[in-house]
């Protein structure tokens, strides 16, 4: 098995890095969590170290063996706890790990299912299943200190007060206002922009 790699990028797709290793070349698939952050650990000669999980992709006639890779051992060890939920292979925790893991492991130890249903690929039921089976179990995780985090919170914060002063603008009390746009991103923890939010906003509100 294929623990580490340490090769020179010679291709960077959205959701993969080509590495040549020696005289071998590596497709290794990296979650987008871990993308959003492989240019800081790409030397000046355009090499990276990457931990790897190496594993056979079962197909009716052939087996293909599939790198994933991640920068540390701690994001390896997430996405072996991440796996061991039923339904999710391999395949679909790659897809799914586009947002920070410190968030994702602090929305399995709060519960908070509406978050955990806005990664991709995982619905409702599944993202129950993720609550009942590791909830209280990936701790460690949310100390991990992911560079895009602060970013984020910083965003959604800016989003909030926008779409706050737009809503006071149209008369609507503050503390009304913050509890319409509190609920909206708890239901719809994904937004990304302020006019969605207020979009949100207003369809939670024609259904009252």
Known sequence: ????ITGKVIEKGSNHLVLEAGNLCYEVFIPTTVMQRIDDTITEQGVVSLVTYHYYQMEPSRSTPVLIGFLNE???DFFGIFITVSGIGPKAALKALNKPISLIAHAIDEGNVAFLKSL???????AKEI???LQYKVGKFGLIQDSLRNDQEEEKKDIFEEALAVLMQ???KKLEATAMIKNALEMNPGIAATEELLNVVYRQRKLR
Do not use: W
């Not at 098995?1 to 580490?4: Q, S």
């Open 131 to 133: 609550v009942a089976k």
């Open 74 to 76: 701690v994001e390896k």
């Open 120 to 126: 991709p690929g995982i619905g409702p039921q599944r």
């Open 1 to 4: 098995m294929i623990a580490k």
């Open 170 to 172: 149209l008369e609507y």
